[in-house]
């Protein structure tokens, strides 16, 4: 199915779910959204900020009930990971993770990041589409601590919410358009994050025959 067609479902499957159930939805497609990566927060909070214009919704409530529905579903993955560890992880991942449209390559990369930065990326990597989702699970497999780990997602999530949701506001109708430059971001941010990495691995080979020289 092409996934024009799947996104535009997801969006008027969003907008019927707001609009019918207004904050819990909200924080029920959040949760799901954190589980289910391909249903899209550039999607949700970009349109759950455009209603706030009618008065329906507030900024402060939009952002609030989106952490909520994203902690829990960060919890979920964290507990995933703690409970199944690795194997059993990407066994699940290759074997089911199309349904999800997940690959073990996401996977794999949400575990680098946490390797390579630490728990930091919980925080930072709350804005990263696709990763925000999966990095709960190496910090899982890792027993992060809870405290950390509950307060980076709080943080980072919500940052992240705020940002989509005053772009939906500032943008009404035309609040679509986010789903695109959040493309264009994802893109920069895994070219950047491939750049730093292949710097980090140079400058350590550097340093190793450096040091052989002397």
Request: charge should be positive; glycine fraction near 10%.
């Amino acid at each position: 199915m092409n996934l024009g067609i799947i996104l535009d479902g997801i969006k008027t499957w969003a907008e019927s779910i707001i609009g019918t159930m207004g904050y819990p939805g909200l924080t029920l497609i959040m949760f799901l959204e954190n589980v289910f990566p391909p249903i899209p927060s550039e999607i949700v909070l970009p349109l759950a900020g455009s209603l706030t214009i009618t008065g329906r919704f507030t900024i402060l409530w939009v952002v609030f009930w989106g952490m909520v529905g994203s902690l829990l579903g960060a919890l979920f993955f964290y507990a995933l990971g703690m409970w199944l560890g690795e194997e059993r992880v990407r066994w699940i991942i290759e074997k089911y993770g199309k349904w999800a449209m997940l690959s073990a390559d996401d996977f794999d990369k949400a575990v680098d990041w946490f390797d390579r930065f630490g728990d930091l990326v919980i925080f930072f990597g709350r804005m990263v589409p696709v990763v925000r989702s999966l990095v709960s699970i190496p910090a899982g497999m890792a027993k992060m601590n809870m405290v950390k780990f509950v307060l980076y997602t709080i943080v980072g999530t919500s940052l992240w919410n705020f940002l989509l949701a005053i772009a939906g506001r500032l943008l009404g109708s035309s609040w679509p358009v986010v789903a695109d430059w959040i493309g264009v971001y994802q893109n920069v941010v895994f070219a950047l994050s491939s750049a730093a990495v292949a710097a980090f691995i140079g400058l350590r080979l550097w340093r190793r025959r450096q040091k052989k020289s002397v």
